[in-house]
């Protein structure tokens, strides 16, 4: 079966430290995989997603990046955090348009 | 364009009574339409989801959507609200174009279970 691994859980980082938060799937091969963000009392927000290695798609101006070395591993990172970048981030993979997204636990980011 | 809403962004409701949380799109094309719970601090959880065939659609924990396409709805139901299922929901709606980005969230609907 499938499975996604996000981490860390939380994270606490001053402002303009850099940030590696890391996804992986397993289980299947090829996914569509994305990058979301909740800000308190909101939505979801569609930062990145990527349809292949290397393949990254960017929705929002801003000062995070994604990575996607491997087929199921998916980076998000910056040089400098803002502290308007706390948020609970969500890494989430589907295979095709048809079907359900599937996420991970979260990470739960705090700038100070 | 496609988009989703969800009415109510708080819904309240007894300990026994009907669950209904109200969602619509719009699209030009079929829609594949999904469900999703989330409780604090975690990630989102599929309760169902809306392919094709069958318009009423039974997922997990005793919930339940149908499929109105006169109403450009997908609104979802329990029939008995339990104390656990207090999070917020979220509707989402994905699109036939094949792109990746083609998927909507509704903002989210809170629902607080009263006892």
């Known amino acids: 079966s499938q499975t996604i691994h996000q981490w860390p859980a939380t994270l606490v980082q001053p402002v303009g430290s850099p940030l590696s938060l890391e996804c992986t799937v397993e289980?299947?091969?090829?996914?569509?995989l994305y990058w979301y963000r909740q800000a308190a009392g909101r939505g979801l927000q569609l930062l990145f997603y990527s349809v292949g290695i290397g393949q990254i798609s960017s929705e929002v101006p801003q000062n995070l990046s994604a990575s996607r070395p491997q087929d199921r591993q998916f980076i998000l990172s910056s040089k400098k955090l803002l502290l308007s970048d706390s948020g609970f981030y969500l890494c989430a993979w589907r295979l095709r348009y048809d079907s359900p997204l599937h996420f991970g636990n979260g990470t739960r980011l705090t700038v100070t | 364009a496609q988009s989703v809403t969800q009415l109510g962004s708080h819904v309240s409701v007894s300990e026994g009574a009907l669950v209904l949380l109200r969602c619509n799109y719009s699209s030009s094309v079929p829609p594949y339409l999904f469900w999703y719970v989330q409780y604090p601090n975690q990630g989102l959880q599929l309760l169902l989801k809306?392919?094709?065939?069958?318009?009423l659609v039974k997922g997990i924990n005793g919930f339940e959507a149908e499929f109105k396409k006169s109403e450009t709805s997908f609104h979802l139901t329990k029939p008995s609200a339990h104390m656990s299922d207090a999070a917020e929901y979220f509707c989402?709606?994905?699109?036939?174009?094949?792109?990746?980005?083609?998927?909507?969230f509704g903002s989210g609907t809170q629902l607080t279970v009263l006892p």
């Open positions: 809306y392919t094709t065939g069958a318009t």
């Open positions: 289980g299947t091969s090829n996914p569509n």
């Open positions: 989402a709606v994905s699109f036939s174009s094949g792109s990746a980005r083609q998927l909507t």
